[in-house]
């Protein structure tokens, strides 16, 4: 599977970015979005199962960002709302094709796409 991310961009507080990540073929059990602020860990953003019905995000964004998905287009999307500087990081979506079981641990997941990167400014 190979994922590819799009979306970021420069934006200040307050606004608005979509993410998307478009998946070379279905990915049949969960897809995440994970981010990386500089000298940070990589953290758990979000995640969304295959059929759309379970999601889960990081208490850090919750309220303002919401994972979905289109299967049809194999396509997975961030939709990130009152951005904050804090935000700012590279973010990296995530498939998860060996299990269902809803994980925020990076090294669950086996496919990654490439970054792409988000800047907020205040």
């Known amino acids: 599977v190979q994922l590819q991310a799009s979306g970021g961009g420069m934006v200040q507080a307050g606004g608005s970015l979509r993410l998307s990540c478009e998946a070379s073929?279905?990915?049949?059990?969960?897809t995440a979005w994970f981010r990386q602020a500089p000298g940070k860990d990589r953290e758990f953003v979000a995640t969304i199962n295959w059929d759309g019905r379970t999601t889960y995000y990081a208490d850090s964004v919750k309220g303002r960002f919401t994972i979905s998905r289109d299967n049809v287009k194999n396509t997975a999307f961030l939709q990130m709302n009152s951005l904050k500087p804090e935000d700012t990081a590279v973010y990296y979506c995530a498939a998860n094709t060996r299990s269902l079981m809803l994980t925020t641990t990076p090294s669950d997941y086996d496919y990654w796409g490439q970054g792409t990167l988000v800047t907020v400014s205040s």
């Open positions: 073929e279905r990915v049949y059990y969960r």
